[in-house]
């Protein structure tokens, strides 16, 4: 009997040893590969001058829609809510508009192209 557990716990340390050893191994490898891509990355951003960052802020432009493309009332300013998508800024009546504007942008956008075409 004594043997038997002897053995038992020889097997028991020699395997979980050599997993506690694998997982030791695989920490100290992914943190030198998480070095490596931190290094890489910092250099990655220095040659875009700020100036093309802050035009590229400023191209946003403000479509000027007064009537909510998904619920089709008017736009109140107290309740207005905004959504940039593809470089153009949207307004909707509420919040929960924009949800439903994100499963299907293209519909809604042709919406507010016919309200500024009736406009004209």
């Known amino acids: 009997m004594f043997k038997k557990a002897t053995a038992l716990l020889f097997i028991g340390i020699i395997t979980f040893g050599s997993n506690g050893l694998s997982l030791a191994m695989m920490y100290v490898e992914a943190e ?68 439903e504007f994100k499963k299907d942008p293209q519909k809604y956008i042709k919406k507010i192209e016919e309200e500024k075409q009736k406009e004209k």
């Open 32 to 99: 030198e590969n998480h070095s490596a891509i931190a290094q890489a990355d910092t250099g990655a951003h220095e040659h875009t001058p700020a100036i093309e960052v802050v035009e590229a802020v400023k191209e946003a432009v403000n479509v000027g829609n007064k009537i909510c493309p998904v619920g089709g009332e008017k736009i109140e300013e107290k309740n207005k809510a905004t959504y940039e998508y593809e470089g153009n800024i949207y307004n909707f009546c509420c919040a929960m508009c924009i949800d």
